[in-house]
């Protein structure tokens, strides 16, 4: 894997792969997943830190771990099951990551992204993207929900890829009139939903009080270390996404504080259901739209 060897066995360079090597790789890993489960999703569901539970609730789920499908990167994170589930939910057909491989386990943007490419072929056009997340905002409180609806990168990847061109601006890089859709779901259920800025890390070691203040005074409403790629590799496809995070915990400026990726896990657990709520709704909706 070049000079990001530690995160698997793999042996992918991916930041020298062409597009040709790239599109080749995509497609061999649809065609070994299609091997062992055809299946056609219309939905891609990335689940965080703690928020695997989602997968429960899939019906006629079919699960196949990450190691079955060629150059799927490998997660070591807790929390984090390592697998691919296809099924039904909410009436959609739904192709959904149970973990994700994080840049602080040693991958770059374009391994954390190869999942997405690979769900997009396998036929989904929306991707809803979950994360665990600390809160920076002082209204926000641990367990709330918040739906993302802008973005601040600090993971400064800027090492060049094989022809590298520069993406396009995305404009609304959040999909508004599902934003709108999931504040009115929460409403209905009385679940609070905040709206608001992901700031994301490298990690993966969590925030100084100095780095929260300074996260904060720049538009942060929380602050995580994963997503951004995913979501940028979605809008490049042209993919409609909508982005939710889990405030595990909620940083102070004043007092010092520790977290650890057990608590965030665990908090994760708790607030699942409620987010599982609201995209289940969001699915039943979208179920009911003309194709």
């Not at 991916?14 to 939905?43: E, G, M």
């Not at 840049?103 to 992204?113: I, K, S």
């Not at 102070?252 to 908090?267: F, K, N």
């Amino acid at each position: 894997m070049g000079d990001d060897s530690n995160a698997t066995t793999s042996q992918v360079n991916w930041t020298l792969l062409s597009p040709t090597q790239l599109a080749n790789k995509v497609d061999a890993a649809r065609c070994a997943i299609q091997a062992i489960k055809f299946h056609q999703p219309t939905v891609a569901i990335v689940l965080g830190s703690g928020l695997g539970g989602l997968a429960d609730a899939i019906d006629h789920a079919h699960f196949i771990p990450y190691d079955q499908i060629p150059d799927m990167p490998q997660t070591h994170a807790a929390g984090h099951a390592g697998r691919l589930v296809l099924g039904h939910l909410g009436g959609m057909p739904v192709v959904v990551m149970q973990g994700r491989a994080h840049r602080y386990e040693g991958w770059p943007n374009q391994a954390v992204e190869f999942p997405i490419r690979c769900m997009h072929a396998l036929g989904a056009r929306r991707l809803i993207v979950t994360n665990a997340a600390g809160g920076l905002n002082p209204r926000f409180r641990a367990g709330d929900l918040m739906v993302i609806d802008s973005h601040i990168d600090l993971l400064w990847d800027r090492r060049v890829r094989h022809r590298q061109t520069p993406r396009p601006r995305s404009g609304n890089v959040y999909d508004r009139a599902t934003i709108e859709n999931a504040k009115q779901i929460a409403r209905l259920s009385n679940t609070v939903l905040h709206q608001g800025t992901y700031l994301a890390t490298l990690g993966p070691t969590y925030e100084t009080r100095n780095e929260y203040r300074m996260f904060r005074e720049i538009g942060g409403d929380a602050v995580g270390m994963s997503t951004l790629p995913e979501v940028k590799a979605a809008r490049e496809l042209e993919m409609d996404v909508t982005a939710f995070s889990v405030i595990t915990n909620v940083a102070s400026t004043d007092e010092p504080q520790s977290t650890t990726h057990d608590e965030v896990v665990e908090c994760g657990k708790e607030a699942g259901p409620k987010l599982q709520k609201i995209i289940c709704e969001l699915l039943s909706m979208w179920s009911g739209e003309p194709d």
